[in-house]
């Protein structure tokens, strides 16, 4: 973290963490599950804010809300595939569109 023009800058890159040897250095394991975490809660608040956004236009709209505010029904549905809790070792087939069941004859 460092201040430049007044500016504070953080550093967001992820640290050094061998995922083979995680046991090698328990900083470097914990700095790791840290930067998760909060990459996590920052998609988390960032759907949020397009869910607030979805809600206003769904309101100022009206029934033309389905042409107008389409945009943002797929910003909200984009950003919610794949963020949660205990969805990293799900496979990316499960975190999309739900598919529709076959009815038996």
């Known amino acids: 973290m460092g201040r430049k023009n007044g500016r504070v800058e953080f550093d967001e890159t992820p640290p050094d963490f061998d995922p083979e040897n995680r046991y090698k250095d328990p900083v470097a394991a914990l700095e790791m599950r840290e930067h998760i975490v909060r990459e ?5 608040e960032k759907a949020k804010i397009l ?23 797929q910003q ?3 950003s919610t595939r794949g963020i949660g809790w205990y969805k990293d070792q799900r496979p990316p087939s499960l975190h999309g569109p739900k598919v529709e069941a076959v009815e038996a004859e």
């Open 51 to 73: 869910r607030e956004r979805l809600k206003w236009c769904y309101r100022v709209e009206g029934v033309n809300h389905l042409q107008k505010c389409r945009h943002l029904v």
């Open 76 to 78: 909200y549905l984009d």
């Open 40 to 44: 996590k809660w920052i998609d988390i």
